[in-house]
């Protein structure tokens, strides 16, 4: 099982980034998939989740509007559309895999964190 994520980098204040989950080694497409961040001295934060079949999507109160989850089965990949993003963003983002979705960090399947600063 594998869950690689990719996309973080360095972005201005305001700017986008769009980050990218790809799975490997279990059936992708009866998971919900999370995104998940960590700031150095913070818990881990649910920040969106999407269901496995009807993609219906949930987003955290703190980047509703800003972000947006999407995924496509055929191609086993999560995609996480950050824009508006603030330097209160920047966290190491973390993909995850669940048979229900949730917004609790009580997942399956973690990937390795990819890191976002949002800084000018």
């Known amino acids: 099982v594998q869950l690689q994520a990719s996309g973080g980098g360095l972005v201005q204040p305001g700017g986008s980034l769009t980050l990218s989950c790809v799975a490997s080694g279990f059936a992708f497409d009866a998971y919900a998939i999370g995104w998940f961040r960590q700031a150095p001295g913070k818990d881990r934060e649910g920040i969106s989740c999407?269901?496995?079949?009807?993609?219906?999507?949930y987003y955290a109160d703190s980047v509703k509007g800003r972000f947006t989850i999407s995924r496509d089965n055929a191609k086993n990949t999560v995609y996480l559309q950050m824009s508006g993003l603030k330097p209160e963003d920047s966290a190491v983002y973390y993909c995850?895999?669940?048979?229900?979705?949730?917004?609790?960090?009580?997942?399956?399947?973690w990937g390795q964190g990819t890191q976002v600063t949002v800084s000018s």
């Open positions: 999407i269901s496995s079949r009807n993609n219906n999507t």
């Open positions: 995850a895999a669940v048979s229900v979705p949730s917004m609790s960090p009580l997942y399956d399947y």
